[in-house]
């Protein structure tokens, strides 16, 4: 039918059959012309419909648009002509084909098709369709045949046909450059992310990246160089697509959860657990301890909703997961047509008598199977990353999200660290885990397909080798499994190195005060050593695994052919056999290796989706009993309210009935632990409701105990998220009393304030979380002890101007909780609580008339120090401390600080600010991170004041990594074990091209002999010598790993030590302006790179380099002239490595430096969670974490596109090392023969995923070296004196204890003012100094220069008649002894806080407790001396903590003692205790002491009061009480008349 319809020939085989093959033009002209239109017509509709529904405003005509539009007119012109052409030549005689009118009507009709598309395409973002560019390529293609039978026919001579050739010549040029006008891009106004306006061509290529690597090449790139990305995968959008789905499944998986319950619940009503009532006689702590111990067992097993949250994540993405494989199903198919072409190749090779055309058509065929290939698979893996940082995303936003409202009871499961790490390290592996999520059935697939086809190739001998490379997947399981054992436990050592490397940190001043350095230098030393012990057995059993993976291949290969060969003697090995089946093997080998991977990491993944399906789906916060009416006549009103910490813990508020009116100011008093925070909190809503009601009226601003401060500027901390009103902005400061302050920090109040507050005074702290409060304008106040923390005077000013009857708040609704008495009687109501119940309310007089619980303790404050005054204090509750179950023997302490600040609520506030930053994230200040993203900074803060940042940006390098860095790292691992490790790998290579030349030498026999008499001594030889190279290879391999094993290891030893040497050594000022983070994270991060990631990618580096290098080789020995291709190709791979290494390096380094911010603005939000909340600032801080997220998202997106963007152009590079290495078989095949041919390609397929792979290590050694230039960083750090210096001071000095300051002058930092300017004067032999002055006058400072913490800047101190600048610091600091302000301890045991040398007795310890009144707690303690003190103390009480510090120093007995006076800790009990302690042991020793309440030092001998650095006044309390003066007025504040005066 065709036949006719053409009126010539449609299909003969004889065509094809000759040198000079061609297609029938009937063929060509059908067939090949509907195919392409059949195509566009089918997609044209839907497409259409589709820009239809999605149209965006139309876009402006651009020249683009206007060119394509003519050339598509042109077409349409030539097929009018065509037609009319046609009709002319008929007249009527019907001798014209009817294929020549159909052809030109057809394409009529479809070049009006294209206008009409292009057209419709100005509506969209893209403007160019995806199928048009489809239609293009495929429409060209077709042609082309049709195309060369037309020259052919011209060049033949017979011009019949002249006139349709030409229009289909200019036609086809025509539909050329129309393709290649599609292939650029339309740049669009609205959008900046060209990917958004990209071609189909730029963007399966990733063309549109280029201009991005260039700017990269020219200069670092920074943040405002990375295009935002798309606007639907925002993190908010991205949120708001998943919450539905998440909010569903959850409910689903909850009432199967339900289900579950119930019927377990019927199994076991009978089996329940007595709680804490079995045994009350028990030290209340170890209870504490095993219930903790029950929790976490429990807590592991306890099942929530279970397998949610993959539904969710799988509702939410399907639709990416669906294009990737797609993708991957065509790619797997493809990847098969490589050996069926290869063994197509050796045949014709082979075969003397085949066409060459047959030749050039397979290597054509060759390479575009391979492009194919290529472009299938970067685009699946941009799909899976894609979808890895979109789930990342979702999963941190979410964390976050349900941190804002997570109750109270769910967030006490997880400190701090824990949860920063649901957000880094989990949502990271469901990150990990999808870029291999398809490989679970794509290596099934691949490993059936290849078995089919060794089968067809090889028969049933296959098995033999398949057999082996299955028997190695266990022996492979089992090491591995080993190995993740040995990291489990690797991991543990870490852990427990960095919580050491934590608290040194922390603790640093401690460990100067005391000259204890050595003694945790020596703690981080043993674990390490175990630590590099585990390095050293992984990195054993890993050579092991390389040896295995290493041999697989060939074991299989010498296998599977010896089987072959043996088990018949008519199979002969001939190359298309062999070389076939090693391109399949190759191809098996991968899914082989990457299988047991994939699991181990699908079930990691696993273990991450449990923990945060169970975090997700915790309980919200219930506020439900906390009612918000606007119309209510009180400001609050408690009915029957019954409130607690934990459903089964007795509730801490009880039946509290209480009303305030809008205005009042009602103060809240009661003893230590009788609920007066945790009132504040049920207000709050943070507590859990038992029965009752709060009603409060309008919003509430609130100041709590312990200050919660952001790392920021201290005027972004108090404008916390508002409008800045200048006027109300300097009033808050001056009625907060932080103008003095201000004056004195560089910078004013653009002082940037390191994390937690770092560089405040508590007092600091505390008033400027009181200004943010008093600035926000809100109606109700809520302030839980602001004044605890600030000095008297400070306290009396901040009453007047902020909280008083005339404050700044007057006419607002204020409960202070408070115990500074004298305030009491200027306020207009008084709550007293006791035992979370409320005892009196009423004012002052009433109260005072009533002769109550109130009166009764007033009596006794004032009476504080005679003896009756002792019992009565404790007539509060005794409250157990139910985060510690410490309960001190009351004769012994009467109720100290230890509930104070251990209130229920606290508690677990406070460890957690404590141990927030142990996770140790690299915490770079939030506000640099900010900077970078707004990169239009307003101008007042450019000129920065000196000294005003206090943390330094963190040093973040740019451009090449330096040669002295390599070098570094090469030095520590030895240069003598680096020659031997880079022979042995040579020798691998060296082996691989021998092992291949004799299996092409194998091969070639089957011309020789025919299966008859091949003689068995040949082929015995033939696969010994094969076996034997090939088992040489895996032994080269093995013994460089075992050797590079031992030497990295040696490396990381040397670089982890002088590292810490150095950190020790550093000054103190060091540690004052870089953040614990950014140390630890050295200690962290890399080192545990140059312990695991850099060892592994240097060998897979030395190994994939030597591999491209010997396949070069084969090739080239082959057919030399392959040489001249190689050239110009590895110029193009340079450049394109080159290019692509700096800009991938910095989208590294700006996605570390992004993301540190995330982690550590969570580590803040959820330490200051109760203040966010009662702000109601949650949707802020919920904008900021999104934003942070954006930034760090659109670098990570960068980096993946950059990967694909140099993966495609590796590839197109190894695909044309295969073309072009096939086609040199062509031309040369005269010269050579199958096997050469087979031996040379087989090879060269192997090559493209070895190119990509050497600069994805390339740049993965480049990225990783950086941690050696970081840990070099620190280990260059400045190191303050030596410990121990020649001149040492006599063994019994200091004797006498007599202190003499000269002219004394010293500053914090180099470009900082003086802080001490000139102080002289002589503290004599045991003489009792007070220090006072208020904040900031240089008290502190003081200490730091006797203990050299501060070297001088002019002047000297001589202790004893030396010169303490002339001594080591050893020899000076382990002389004098401090009880430092802040009683810092360390986890370990409570022997080891006091004496970490071991150098006393347990007598001499037993002797100091008692003195410091902790015999009886220790001596109750099961575990006595032995008991464990958590991180940073968290067990103890902060009275007792202080107590231990007291204790410390009765055990240095030195001549001098320091006394920094702590403020806030202690309450006035724990303090008497103290100082009777240093008035009755210290009595023969100098003690300096300096005071904030100055009832303490009004029996010094000597009272020095300094002001701005120098000494104002210095006498006796009388003298200075005489003549008005300072110190007077100080004390007349503190209402002390005279020196025995020293009520409160």
Known sequence: MLEKFCNSTFWNSSFLDSQEADLP???????????????????????????????????????????????????????????????????????????????????????LLVLVIQHSRQWCVQKNAWFLSIFWILSILCNTFQFQTLIRTLLQGDNSNLAYSCLFFISYGFQILILIFSAFSEKNDSSNNPLTTASFLSSITFSWYDSIVLKGYRQPLTLNDVWEVDEEIKTKSLLSKFEPHMARELQKAKRAFQRRQQKNSQQNSGARLHGLNKNQSQSQDVLVLEEA???????????????????????????????????????????????????????????????????????????????????????YFHFCFELGVNIRTTIIASVYKKALTLSNLARKQYTIGETVNLMSVDAQKLMDVTNFIHMVWSSLLQIVLSIYFLWAELGPSVLAGVAVMVLLIPVNGILTTKNRNIQVKNMKNKDK???????????????????????????????????????LVFGRIQAVITFLLYLAPVLVSVITFSVYVLVDSNNVLDAEKAFTSITLFNILRFPLTALPMVISSMLQAVVSIDRLEKYLGGDDLDTSAIRHDCNFDKAIQFSEATFTWEHDLEATVRDVNLDVMPGQLVAVVGTVGSGKSSLMSAMLGEMENVHGNITIKGSIAYVPQQAWIQNGTIKDNILFGSELNEKRYQQVLEACALLPDLEMLPGGDLAEIGEKGINLSGGQKQRISLARATYQNSDIYLLDDPLSAVDAHVGKHIFNKVLGPNGLLKGKTRLLVTHSIHFLPQVDEIVVLGNGTMLEKGSYSALLAKKGVFAKNLKTFL????????????????????????????????????????????????????????????????????????GNVPKEEEELVKGQKLIKKEFMETGKVKLSVYLKYLRAMGWCSIFFIILAFVMNSVAFIGSNLWLSAWTSDSQIFNSTNYPASQRDMRIGVYGALGAMQGICVFLATLWSVHSCTHASNILHKQLLNNILRAPMRFFDTTPTGRIVNRFAGDISTVDDSLPMSFRSWMLSFLGIIGTLVMICLATPIFAVVIIPLGIIYVGVQMFYVATSRQLRRLDSVTRSPIYSHFSETVSGLPVIRAFEHQQRFLDHNQAGTDTNQ?????????????????????????????????????????????????????????????????????????????????????????????????????????IQFSNYQVRYRPELDLVLKGITCDIRSTEKIGVVGRTGAGKSSLTNCLFRILEAAGGQITIDGVDIASIGLHDLRGKLTIIPQDPILFSGSLRMNLDPFNTYSDEEIWKALELAHLKSFVAGLQLGLSHEVTEAGGNLSIGQRQLLCLGRALLRKSKILVLDEATAAVDLETDRLIQTTIQSSFSHCTVITIAHRLHTIMDSDKIMVLDNGKIVEYGSPEELLKNPGPFYSMAKEAGIENVNDTTF
């Open 497 to 535: 190195r960095l919580k050491i490397m934590n608290e040194i940190l922390s603790g640093i001043k401690i460990l100067k005060y005391f000259a204890w350095e050595p003694s945790f230098k020596d703690q981080v030393h043993k674990l390490r050593k175990k630590e590099l012990k585990n390095l």
């Open 293 to 379: 111990k029950k929790k976490k067992k429990s807590g592991t097993t306890t099942d929530g909703p279970k397998s949610w949250l993959v539904k969710a994540l799988f509702r939410t993405f399907y639709i990416v997961l669906l294009k990737s494989i797609l993708l991957k199903l065509v790619h797997d198919i493809i990847l098969f047509l490589n050996p069926q072409l290869l063994k197509l190749v050796i045949s014709f090779a082979s075969d003397r008598d085949a066409y060459v055309w047959t030749g050039y058509v397979y290597a054509i065929l060759l390479f575009v199977v391979a492009l194919l290939q290529s472009l299938c698979l970067q685009n």
């Open 25 to 111: 033009l009937c063929f060509e002209q059908t067939v090949l012309v509907w195919i392409p239109l059949g195509f566009l017509w089918l997609l044209a509709p839907w497409q259409l419909l589709h820009v239809y529904r999605s149209r965006t405003k139309r876009s402006a005509i651009t020249k683009f648009y206007l060119a394509k539009q003519v050339f598509v007119g042109f077409l349409l012109i030539l097929a009018a002509i065509e037609l009319a052409l046609v009709l002319i030549e008929d007249s009527g005689q019907g001798t014209v084909p009817a294929i020549r009118y159909t052809n030109p009507s057809l394409y009529l009709g479809t070049w």
């Open 863 to 934: 009476k504080l120090g005679s003896p009756e005054g002792e019992a009565t204090v404790n007539d509060g509750s005794e409250e157990e401390d139910d985060d510690c179950g410490l309960i001190s023997s009351v004769e012994e302490i009467p109720e100290d600080a230890a509930s104070l600040t251990m209130k229920r609520e606290n508690s677990f506030r406070r460890t957690l600010s404590r141990s927030s930053r142990s996770s140790g994230r690299h915490l770079k200040s939030l506000r640099n991170s900010l900077k970078i993203q707004n």
């Open 1194 to 1298: 659109k670098c990570v997106f960068s980096w993946i596109v950059s990967n694909r963007w140099l993966a495609i152009r590796l590839e197109l590079i190894g695909n044309l090392i295969v073309f072009f290495s096939a086609l040199m078989m062509v031309i040369y095949r005269d010269t050579l023969s199958g096997d050469t041919v087979g031996f040379v390609l087989s090879n060269a397929l192997n090559i493209t995923q070895t190119l990509n792979w050497l600069v994805r290590m390339t740049s993965e050694i480049e990225t990783n070296i950086v941690a050696v230039e970081r840990i070099n960083e620190y280990i260059k750090v400045e190191n303050e004196a030596p410990w121990v210096t020649e001149k040492r001071p006599p063994p019994d000095w200091p004797s006498k204890g007599h």
